[in-house]
């Protein structure tokens, strides 16, 4: 089993926009082979909401092809190409990503 969390924080200023990412994210995992279930969490702090994916899925490389797909790389291929034109906007959110393997505790 592997876990993926992927942390989105920002200011509450703009967290439509971390939910519309949150949005587009259950739309795109719909389905998708090797994925066991998929949760959204969300924490307020004063000034900041924080919106957590977790994903749990049958191997790392089940979540890697998912990763891998051709509309995800084209995504960031873009991004990364905006930012160097200097026409991309100033980011709205913080992302962190955590992930996990099972681990037979008998075999440590």
Do not use: C
């Amino acid at each position: 089993m592997f876990v993926n969390q992927a942390h989105f924080e920002g200011e509450k200023l703009h967290e439509d926009k971390i939910i519309a990412k949150m949005k587009k994210t259950k739309e795109q995992l719909n389905g998708v082979e090797g994925l066991h279930a998929v949760e959204f969490w969300k924490k307020e702090k004063m000034d900041t909401v924080e919106y957590v994916i977790v994903s749990k899925w049958t191997a790392k490389k089940d979540f890697t092809a998912w990763l891998s797909r051709e509309e995800h790389v084209n995504e960031h291929k873009e991004m990364i190409k905006q930012k160097k034109q200097g026409i991309s906007e100033k980011p709205v959110m913080n992302k962190t990503i955590v992930q996990y393997e099972t681990v037979e505790v008998t075999d440590l």
